[in-house]
Nanobody
Framework: QVQLVEFGGGSVQAGGSLTLSCAATGRTFSSYAMGWFRQGPGKEREFIGAISWSSGNPFYAEPMKGRFTISRDSAKKTTYLRVDALKPEDTAVYYC????????????WGQGTQVIVSP
């Protein structure tokens, strides 16, 4: 079974940048895509974007284009989310998730990492 562990959350000032990591563990790791989501206080969880594991091509939800960059290191079974020009409204718990195949849902989730952006 795949387990995902996020790293890199914390408190940052507005205008700064942050890179989150999501490492997959498990002997039978298989991925079609890995995605990033976030849930702000009192808000629904929202999709940020995802990356194709085979090609490394990222795609982003329309509202997230511009300040978010997703990448991956397949040898390390790790995906990264960089957020630039942080705003207080980026305060949220950030999650990564794995989709094992094209028809799969986001079936494996990390525990989440908290990001707090102060003005």
């Amino acid at each position: 079974q795949v387990q995902l562990v996020e790293f890199g959350g914390g408190s940052v000032q507005a205008g700064g940048s942050l890179t989150l990591s999501c490492a997959a563990t498990g002997r039978t790791f298989s991925s079609y895509a890995m995605g990033w989501f976030r849930q702000g206080p009192g808000k629904e969880r929202e999709f940020i974007g995802a990356i194709s594991w085979s090609s490394g091509n990222p795609f982003y939800a329309e509202p997230m284009k511009g300040r978010f960059t997703i990448s991956r290191d397949s040898a390390k079974k790790t995906t990264y989310l960089r957020v630039d020009a942080l705003k207080p409204e980026d305060t949220a718990v950030y999650y990564c998730a794995n989709k094992a195949s094209y028809r799969d849902t986001w079936s494996s989730w990390g525990q989440g990492t908290q990001v707090i952006v102060s003005p």
